[in-house]
């Protein structure tokens, strides 16, 4: 990982800070603290309206009843009861949040109320753990934030903030805040897990364990450990890796220090748009539900680095982060009504990102015809039948392999803040400070497949003259079907620096908030594209017809980044309480989002500069809201307004985007309890439109790419004395596959069951089935219209799976 001054600078602060605390040291009254109690808050009531939010909050020791902003909770109780597959998969619970999770464990697109996801990831929401962003960016290319958390045990519950004050308390998401909160040792005890796919190949185990050391000091630490096939089969092992948590917490009469550290080496399979139906059936020998474009035959690549030198990438690596990171976190109260609170984290992250993606899909004559001329022969280049003639008029799959090594995506993040109360008014002073590395190459070949799901062989192609345009099933040494576009290199750095403010007051039943902030951020470095050169890869001193054309990185002229950006942001919110029972809010808040590595190769000028107008995306948000008990019911409900500049670029189509959108619509979140039944759901209203487009006015008026018009989740359980049964419902509407709303999924509704019981006490047995039904729901898709041959490219919901699990807490 890099070390620059700046860095080695936050680390002095988190040092001096916690020696400072060491020096108030005094002895320990056993008050637990702010994030004891939010821990011990973790299965409130209902909604929670009376739970003290910790995320994006005002003011500290304000509930969701007294604040203006949406935000919402899950507990990992609610968590298990929704068989989540991966941890985006958690996020179809939250209302609001559009999660299309079926990537598999990362790579997940996710939006908020409407706002855009132009070209995948989560642009305008950040996910953090412990109040801190997992990375600066949630729309890095291949980098997305949510390949480097994942969810096992030491997870006490997952908030979210949607809009509102996540404008200024936090950089880069104004669409909101997705936090991870993790145990901190407030209850001794643990638990150990494990569990097993019953239809599928994967075994799990999730351990934690936590409680004093002494009188004024406790800890927690766990994890978890798994491998296997996976949810879908690639013919290998798919699934193998680990996660290690911990910290320890020290208190103070006035407070405490909590030091934490992280190690995640995970390996999960990507799965990239597969070969269907637009309907979403299956094609001949491919089940879109079950299969994957891995194959054992194409597991290892050959290509040029980002120096230019011979290597090897293994496409078993798929999603591969490796995560290292430590912690500090001070809370204090000081003299005269002031509290320090300081947040500090050091992350180095690097690993892979390598995956099949179907670059086109036709019958194998078409393809072949197209790479070597007419009367093209196709064979077999592996397996049984290698060198046997392949089937003129069946389909075949040109493959690129999306190989990006992540070299160095580690940051540096400190956020102070100094709070003061005055009588009814907190105010709130901070400054957050951050750096980011992205550096990465781009890697890419292409090959050819049978069109099959079951360990698809490579095949050859030869001239109808003789001449070979493949090796082994490679085509070529980059992706000329593309243009040779993708063979890059970025080593680039972001540092942001943001001072922020914030107030919040109370006279009688009403309460106000505002808040400010000023992001302030550089970006340098520099970023190369591919360059076209003859080399002997294979080693055999002959150029062959493949080699004759090898990409490989334009180090001799690498292009500068050198620009800055700056952007205001504001949210001002007014709360009032008619009663114990019912509160009405509302909210007006403007938030910025810099860009950072999708605008390189386009909008970076020679001298490195970026337009202002690129830099930075604004969003400005409306919301209204109210938030009632009558009896066992909670309801919160919201109707919102946002408008949303962008500017994107998207690596499978490489398109650029200049737009704005619009969005409106009624967010609505409830709860119910009646006996031993409990309910709980959310339904999201949002009609979303693409208002200008200064690079393709065409779509102007059309409805954004994959927005539903109604989006939704419920949770049902049943509580016996010693078992639990319940389902779970995750549906949407239609949506259009791309802004030229030609292509239209259909809507669905993915039903999941649970059921758990107590063998002995502490003892639990627990089944859980994602998606009962084995139903069919397209999220997304790389065609607008469906081709003349009928075959798209899509992802869809995974078809049924099956878990078995135990658990033993003690």
Same mark, same amino acid.
Request: hydrophobic letters at 35%; a negative charge.
């Given at each position: 990982?890099?070390?620059?001054?700046?860095?080695?600078?936050?680390?002095?602060?988190?040092?001096?800070?916690?020696?400072?605390?060491?020096?108030?040291?005094?002895?320990?009254?056993?008050?637990?603290?702010?994030?004891?109690?939010?821990?011990?808050?973790?299965?409130?009531?209902?909604?929670?309206?009376?739970?003290?939010?910790?995320?994006?909050?005002?003011?500290?020791?304000?509930?969701?009843?007294?604040?203006?902003?949406?935000?919402?909770?899950?507990?990992?109780?609610?968590?298990?009861?929704?068989?989540?597959?991966?941890?985006?998969?958690?996020?179809?619970?939250? %209302?609001?949040?559009?999660?299309?999770?079926?990537?598999?464990?990362?790579?997940?697109?996710?939006?908020?109320?409407?706002?855009?996801?132009?070209?995948?990831?989560?642009?305008?929401?950040?996910?953090?753990?412990?109040?801190?962003?997992?990375?600066?960016?949630?729309?890095?290319?291949?980098?997305?934030?949510?390949?480097?958390?994942?969810?096992?045990?030491?997870?006490?519950?997952?908030?979210?903030?949607?809009?509102?004050?996540?404008?200024?308390?936090?950089?880069?998401?104004?669409?909101?805040?997705?936090?991870?909160?993790?145990?901190?040792?407030?209850?001794?005890?643990?638990?150990?897990?494990?569990?097993?796919?019953?239809?599928?190949?994967?075994?799990?185990?999730?351990? +934690? @364990?936590?409680?004093?050391?002494?009188?004024?000091?406790?800890?927690?630490?766990?994890?978890?450990?798994?491998?296997?096939?996976?949810?879908?089969?690639?013919?290998?092992?798919?699934?193998?890796?680990?996660?290690?948590?911990?910290?320890?917490?020290?208190?103070?009469?006035?407070?405490?220090?909590?030091? @934490?550290?992280?190690?995640?080496?995970?390996?999960?399979?990507?799965?990239? %748009?597969?070969?269907?139906?637009?309907?979403?059936?299956?094609?001949?020998? @491919?089940?879109?539900?079950?299969?994957?474009?891995?194959?054992?035959?194409?597991?290892?690549?050959?290509?040029?680095?980002?120096?230019?030198?011979?290597?090897?990438?293994?496409?078993?690596?798929?999603?591969?982060? +490796?995560?290292?990171?430590?912690?500090?976190?001070?809370?204090?109260?000081?003299?005269?009504?002031?509290?320090?609170?300081?947040?500090?984290?050091?992350?180095?992250?690097?690993?892979?990102?390598?995956?099949?993606?179907?670059?086109?899909?036709?019958?194998?004559?078409?393809? =072949?015809?197209?790479?070597?001329?007419?009367?093209?022969?196709?064979?077999?280049?592996?397996?049984?039948?290698?060198?046997?003639?392949?089937?003129?008029?069946?389909?075949?799959?040109?493959?690129?392999?999306?190989?990006?090594?992540?070299?160095?995506?580690?940051?540096?993040?400190?956020?102070?803040?100094?709070?003061?109360?005055?009588?009814?008014?907190?105010?709130?002073?901070?400054?957050?400070?951050?750096?980011?590395?992205?550096?990465?190459?781009?890697?890419?070949?292409?090959?050819?497949?049978?069109?099959?799901?079951?360990?698809?062989?490579?095949?050859?192609?030869?001239?109808?003259?003789?001449?070979?345009?493949?090796?082994?099933?490679?085509?070529?040494?980059?992706?000329?079907?593309?243009?040779?576009?993708?063979?890059?290199?970025?080593?680039?750095?972001?540092?942001?620096?943001?001072?922020?403010?914030?107030?919040?007051?109370?006279?009688?039943?009403?309460?106000?908030?505002?808040?400010?902030?000023?992001?302030?951020?550089?970006?340098?470095?520099?970023?190369?594209?591919?360059?076209?050169?003859?080399?002997?890869?294979?080693?055999?001193?002959?150029?062959?017809?493949? +080699?004759?054309?090898?990409?490989?990185?334009?180090?001799?002229?690498?292009?500068?980044?050198?620009?800055?950006?700056? @952007?205001?942001?504001?949210?001002?919110?007014?709360?009032?309480?008619?009663?114990?029972?019912?509160?009405?809010?509302?909210?007006?808040?403007?938030?910025?989002?810099?860009?950072?590595?999708?605008?390189?190769?386009?909008?970076?000028?020679?001298?490195?500069?970026?337009?202002?107008?690129?830099?930075?995306?604004?969003?400005?948000?409306?919301?209204?809201?109210?938030?009632?008990?009558?009896?066992?019911?909670?309801?919160? =409900?919201?109707?919102?307004?946002?408008?949303?500049?962008?500017?994107?670029?998207?690596?499978?189509?490489?398109?650029?985007?200049?737009?704005?959108?619009?969005?409106?619509?009624?967010?609505?979140?409830?709860?119910?309890?009646?006996?031993?039944?409990?309910?709980?759901?959310?339904?999201?209203?949002?009609?979303? +439109?693409?208002?200008?487009?200064?690079?393709?006015?065409?779509?102007?008026?059309?409805?954004?790419?994959?927005?539903?018009?109604?989006?939704?989740?419920?949770?049902?359980?049943?509580?016996?004395?010693?078992?639990?049964?319940?389902?779970?419902?995750?549906?949407?509407?239609?949506?259009?596959?791309?802004?030229?709303?030609?292509?239209?999924?259909?809507?669905?509704?993915?039903?999941?069951?649970?059921?758990?019981?107590?063998?002995?006490?502490?003892?639990?047995?627990?089944?859980?089935?994602?998606?009962?039904?084995?139903?069919?729901?397209?999220?997304?898709?790389?065609?607008?219209?469906?081709?003349?041959?009928?075959?798209?490219?899509?992802?869809?919901?995974?078809?049924?799976?099956?878990?078995?699990?135990?658990?033993?807490?003690?």
């Amino acid at each position: 990982m890099k070390t620059t001054p700046n860095r080695r600078s936050y680390l002095a602060l988190a040092i001096s800070l916690a020696l400072t605390a060491n020096a108030v040291q005094a002895q320990q009254d056993n008050t637990e603290t702010e994030t004891a109690n939010a821990e011990q808050a973790a299965e409130p009531t209902g909604l929670g309206f009376e739970r003290i939010i910790v995320t994006g909050s005002v003011s500290r020791n304000q509930t969701v009843m007294q604040s203006s902003v949406s935000v919402s909770a899950l507990t990992l109780e609610d968590i298990d009861a929704s068989a989540p597959r991966s941890t985006a998969e958690i996020f179809r619970m939250l %209302p609001g949040v559009r999660s299309e999770s079926t990537g598999g464990e990362g790579n997940a697109n996710i939006a908020v109320r409407g706002l855009p996801v132009a070209a995948g990831g989560a642009k305008f929401l950040t996910l953090q753990e412990d109040g801190l962003p997992v990375v600066q960016f949630g729309d890095i290319a291949f980098g997305n934030a949510d390949i480097f958390v994942r969810a096992d045990a030491t997870l006490s519950r997952l908030e979210v903030i949607r809009g509102g004050s996540a404008s200024t308390l936090a950089s880069n998401s104004p669409g909101g805040v997705i936090n991870f909160l993790s145990k901190t040792g407030a209850d001794n005890g643990g638990s150990i897990a494990m569990t097993t796919g019953l239809n599928y190949d994967q075994f799990r185990t999730d351990f +934690e @364990y936590g409680g004093d050391i002494n009188t004024d000091t406790r800890f927690h630490l766990g994890g978890f450990v798994r491998q296997g096939e996976g949810i879908r089969d690639p013919g290998y092992q798919g699934e193998r890796g680990y996660q290690l948590k911990a910290n320890i917490t020290k208190e103070f009469d006035t407070g405490y220090v909590r030091l @934490y550290a992280k190690h995640l080496n995970d390996r999960v399979a990507s799965y990239m %748009p597969m070969p269907m139906r637009a309907d979403g059936s299956s094609v001949a020998g @491919y089940d879109s539900q079950q299969d994957t474009l891995q194959s054992v035959y194409l597991t290892e690549t050959v290509r040029l680095n980002g120096a230019n030198q011979i290597s090897r990438g293994d496409i078993r690596n798929g999603m591969n982060p +490796e995560v290292n990171s430590f912690g500090v976190e001070a809370v204090f109260d000081l003299d005269d009504n002031w509290t320090l609170d300081n947040r500090f984290r050091i992350s180095s992250v690097s690993g892979n990102f390598i995956t099949p993606f179907p670059a086109e899909v036709d019958n194998s004559q078409s393809i =072949a015809d197209s790479i070597a001329g007419p009367g093209a022969v196709v064979r077999y280049a592996v397996g049984p039948q290698a060198g046997e003639r392949y089937d003129a008029s069946a389909n075949a799959m040109r493959i690129h392999t999306f190989d990006v090594e992540i070299n160095d995506f580690g940051s540096m993040v400190n956020d102070l803040k100094l709070s003061r109360s005055i009588g009814e008014v907190d105010v709130t002073l901070g400054y957050y400070i951050a750096d980011q590395s992205i550096d990465m190459s781009w890697l890419w070949n292409s090959y050819f497949m049978a069109l099959k799901g079951d360990n698809a062989e490579l095949l050859d192609v030869t001239a109808a003259n003789g001449t070979a345009f493949s090796e082994k099933g490679l085509l070529a040494y980059g992706v000329p079907f593309w243009g040779n576009c993708c063979q890059r290199n970025y080593n680039t750095d972001y540092s942001i620096k943001a001072p922020y403010a914030s107030a919040s007051w109370g006279f009688g039943d009403w309460s106000f908030e505002a808040s400010v902030r000023r992001d302030m951020g550089d970006a340098t470095g520099t970023y190369a594209g591919a360059v076209q050169s003859s080399r002997d890869m294979n080693g055999d001193g002959v150029i062959s017809q493949v +080699e004759q054309s090898v990409s490989g990185i334009d180090l001799a002229n690498p292009q500068l980044v050198n620009y800055d950006w700056s @952007y205001n942001s504001y949210s001002v919110g007014a709360n009032y309480q008619y009663s114990r029972d019912w509160a009405v809010f509302g909210r007006i808040s403007k938030g910025g989002r810099a860009n950072a590595d999708r605008l390189l190769f386009g909008k970076v000028n020679a001298d490195g500069s970026v337009a202002a107008q690129d830099a930075v995306d604004q969003v400005k948000q409306y919301e209204f809201g109210s938030k009632s008990r009558h009896g066992n019911l909670n309801l919160f =409900a919201t109707v919102f307004f946002a408008e949303t500049d962008e500017q994107n670029f998207e690596a499978t189509t490489q398109q650029f985007f200049d737009r704005v959108y619009e969005a409106k619509g009624v967010e609505l979140e409830s709860s119910y309890r009646i006996g031993d039944f409990d309910f709980r759901g959310s339904v999201t209203w949002t009609d979303a +439109e693409i208002s200008q487009d200064a690079l393709n006015p065409g779509v102007v008026g059309n409805t954004p790419r994959r927005q539903a018009d109604f989006i939704y989740n419920l949770l049902a359980r049943y509580t016996m004395d010693n078992a639990q049964v319940g389902i779970t419902l995750v549906g949407t509407t239609g949506a259009y596959a791309q802004d030229n709303n030609d292509l239209k999924f259909d809507a669905y509704t993915q039903l999941n069951a649970f059921a758990n019981y107590e063998l002995a006490q502490n003892l639990t047995l627990s089944v859980n089935v994602n998606n009962l039904f084995d139903t069919v729901g397209i999220t997304e898709a790389e065609q607008g219209s469906v081709p003349a041959n009928g075959i798209i490219t899509a992802r869809t919901i995974n078809g049924r799976t099956a878990s078995l699990g135990i658990r033993y807490q003690f």
